[in-house]
Structure formats: structure tokens, C-alpha cells
């Protein structure tokens, strides 16, 4: 058995901790050998609903987890953590639009930049899946000057799988058989499920998918995928969207063998988009080195969404700079 390791997860008395965090205690991320303490953060508020998940935790007698820590304290929550996801997030209500949300959560993610970059391990891994993620993980990192940038990740991960998803179904075949299928840009109805360099059993699939079905209805799905299961569910996604952070943190940890994924990771200016963006490419994984995927060409139609999607993270950016300033 290996040292344990620490892993923080915060809002993890809500709907997507009730999923990771039993997925997480079976070795599902950082594998069948690999020991962990868990360090639970939530507010206040959730913390007696935060003491009946640990107990449920416990009862399920996990061989791999060996401690629980539970905490509304970020100075705590993030104490020696190795790997985080940080989920817990202002919640959008009917009367915010997006510059609200982003403003709204300004303050957990700057407070919560500072306590990683005092009190996480020298190589943490931090994960935002709390929407809006991307700025949400941007605000993070400028609040948290002394760790490297590719130290904070968003999650486009579920945008992905879902894309997946839905071009398996269309060609009658097993989701496995779809590779090469990122997301470019936003966790937003911007971002752009990039199909024209997706492959099937490995070969392109542009030549057997109908173009207009892909530019039309396939991204109007993707892109209204979280809309539909609310409607459906009467809650939104939950599930899914931790089986997409496990995915996410298990191939940065673990690596991908040469695969394409999609990550929502520091632009350092590939494909002209503005450094320190948190933009969502495809990247492939190896030894924790997460490294975009070179020499893709775009076409109008692809070069069109992805200075869309880019154009509204920088927009983002502008708005939460006031609440930099004040916070650094
Ligand atoms: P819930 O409302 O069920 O749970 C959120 C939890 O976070 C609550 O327990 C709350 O008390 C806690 N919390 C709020 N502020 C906190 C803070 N400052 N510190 C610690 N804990 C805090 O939401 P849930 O369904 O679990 O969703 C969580 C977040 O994931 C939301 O922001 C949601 O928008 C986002 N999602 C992101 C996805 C993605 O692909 N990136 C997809 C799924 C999901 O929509």
C-alpha cells in the first residue's frame, strides 16, 4: 500500500458529493492501491447534512480511505491536499444573469485560491467543476500567486462524454468507439464540441456523419444537455457530472497513454487564444504533464465558434477583475 494521500472535496454535502465522494473512497481515481483521507468542505449550513454522508461513508467500510476530516474552514479543507474538486459554488436563481453568478462567486473561489496556495501540497491538483467554471478556476489561480498555473483545471469533461454520447447513438455504434472528441473553449452554451476531428474505431468520422445534423441538432444537444435533465429530473445533473470529474482528475493523475481529452486548462497562447485563459482544448496526459494537442487545423465554420466561446471568457475575465483587485 502506498502513503495515503489527501483529497479535498468542497460543497460536499450536495447532489454531485453525494456521487464523487463514494466513487472516489472505491479507488475509482486514483486507483485500487492508492489510500486517502478525505477532506470534506461545505458551509456551515451543510455541515449536519455533511456528517450523514460521512456516515454513510463509513458504513461503507471503504478499505481505502483512512481518515475523514470534515470542515467549513478552506484553511483546513485544503490543508496538504494533493488533489481537489471543487464543487461547491453559488448556485444561479431565477433574477442573476451570468455577470451576477460570476460576481456572486467571486468571493469563494478567491478565498479559497488563498487557502491552496497556502496550505495545498507543493503539486496539488485542483479541479473546478462549481459553475461558472472556468472563471471560477481563473479567479482561483490569480488568487493563489505562488502555484504554478497548470496547477487549476475547469471541467469540460461532461461536455465531452456527452458529445460522445450522442455521436455513438447516431452511428450505431459503442461509445468506446468514439475518440479524438474535444471540447474547445467554455463550460457554457459557447463552448464547441470540436466532431470535425473526432474518430471512430479510428478512423475520421466526418466522412460518415451528416455534416448539417452535426453542426445543427448534435450541438444544439450538447450544448442544452444540462437544460434537458432538468426538466426531466427536476434536479440537474449529478451523476454524470462526477463520473466526468473522476474521469477528468484520473487521467491527470494517471495519464492518458497518448489519448485525446478535454481539459479546461491556462492558455499559454496555442491556437492565438489569450494566455492565462482558462480554454478548454484537447490535450493528451503523461507523468502529470498535461500537453494541448498541436496542429489542428480549423475551418470557418470551426474558427467562428472557437472565437465565440473565446470572446466570452475574455469577457468574463473583464468582469471579474474589480473583484481581483479588491480581493489581492
Ligand atoms: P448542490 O446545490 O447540490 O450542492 C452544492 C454544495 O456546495 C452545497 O452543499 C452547498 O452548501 C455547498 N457550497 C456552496 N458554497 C460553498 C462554499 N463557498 N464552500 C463550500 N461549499 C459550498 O449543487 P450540485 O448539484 O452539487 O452542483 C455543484 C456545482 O456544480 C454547481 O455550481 C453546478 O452549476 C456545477 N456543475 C458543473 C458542471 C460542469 O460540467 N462543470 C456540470 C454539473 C453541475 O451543473
New binding site residues.
Given amino acids: 500500500m502506498k502513503t495515503p494521500i489527501r483529497v479535498c472535496v468542497?460543497?460536499?454535502?450536495?447532489?454531485?458529493?453525494y456521487s464523487l465522494l463514494f466513487r472516489l473512497a472505491s479507488g475509482d481515481c486514483f486507483g485500487p492501491n492508492q489510500p486517502i483521507i478525505l477532506q470534506l468542505?461545505?458551509?456551515p449550513?451543510?455541515m449536519k447534512?455533511l456528517e450523514g454522508v460521512a456516515m454513510e461513508l463509513e458504513d461503507c467500510a471503504f478499505p481505502l480511505v483512512h481518515g475523514m476530516e470534515l470542515t467549513d474552514d478552506?484553511f483546513k479543507g485544503f490543508n496538504g491536499v494533493d488533489a481537489a474538486f471543487l464543487?461547491?459554488?453559488?448556485?444561479r436563481t431565477k433574477d442573476m444573469n451570468r455577470a451576477d453568478l460570476l460576481t456572486a462567486n467571486g468571493p469563494?473561489f478567491t478565498t479559497q485560491g488563498k487557502a491552496i496556495n497556502d496550505r495545498a501540497a507543493s503539486n496539488t491538483k485542483i479541479l473546478v467543476?462549481?459553475?461558472p467554471?472556468n472563471t471560477n478556476a481563473y479567479i482561483a489561480m490569480e488568487s493563489a500567486p505562488d502555484r504554478p498555473k497548470s496547477s487549476f483545471h475547469?471541467?469540460?469533461r461532461?461536455?465531452e462524454n456527452r458529445a460522445k454520447a450522442q455521436l455513438a447513438k447516431k452511428l450505431g455504434v459503442n461509445v468506446g468507439d468514439i475518440s479524438n472528441m474535444s471540447i474547445w473553449g467554455n463550460?457554457s452554451d459557447t463552448m464547441f464540441p470540436d466532431f470535425f476531428h473526432a474518430k471512430v474505431k479510428g478512423n475520421p468520422i466526418t466522412a460518415l456523419l451528416d455534416q448539417e445534423w452535426a453542426k445543427g441538432p448534435f450541438l444544439k444537444t450538447v450544448a442544452t444537455r444540462?437544460k434537458a435533465i432538468i426538466e426531466a429530473r427536476g434536479l440537474?445533473?449529478?451523476a454524470s457530472?462526477a463520473g466526468?470529474a473522476l474521469d477528468h482528475m484520473k487521467d491527470w493523475w494517471q495519464g492518458t497513454n497518448g489519448a485525446w481529452t478535454s481539459m479546461a486548462i491556462a492558455s499559454q497562447g496555442e491556437y492565438n487564444i489569450p494566455e492565462g485563459l482558462i480554454f478548454s482544448f484537447p490535450v493528451t496526459v503523461a507523468n502529470g504533464q498535461v500537453t494541448v494537442v498541436k496542429g489542428l487545423d480549423h475551418n470557418s465554420f470551426a474558427a467562428e465558434k472557437i472565437a465565440a466561446t473565446t470572446a466570452e471568457l475574455v469577457s468574463e475575465r473583464t468582469t471579474v477583475q474589480s473583484i481581483l483587485q479588491a480581493a489581492n
Fill in positions: 468542497t460543497g460536499a454535502a450536495g447532489q454531485i458529493g468542505l461545505d458551509l449550513v451543510g447534512a478552506p464543487v461547491g459554488a453559488r448556485p469563494i467543476v462549481g459553475n467554471c475547469a471541467m469540460t461532461l461536455d463550460h444540462g440537474s445533473s449529478a457530472a466526468a
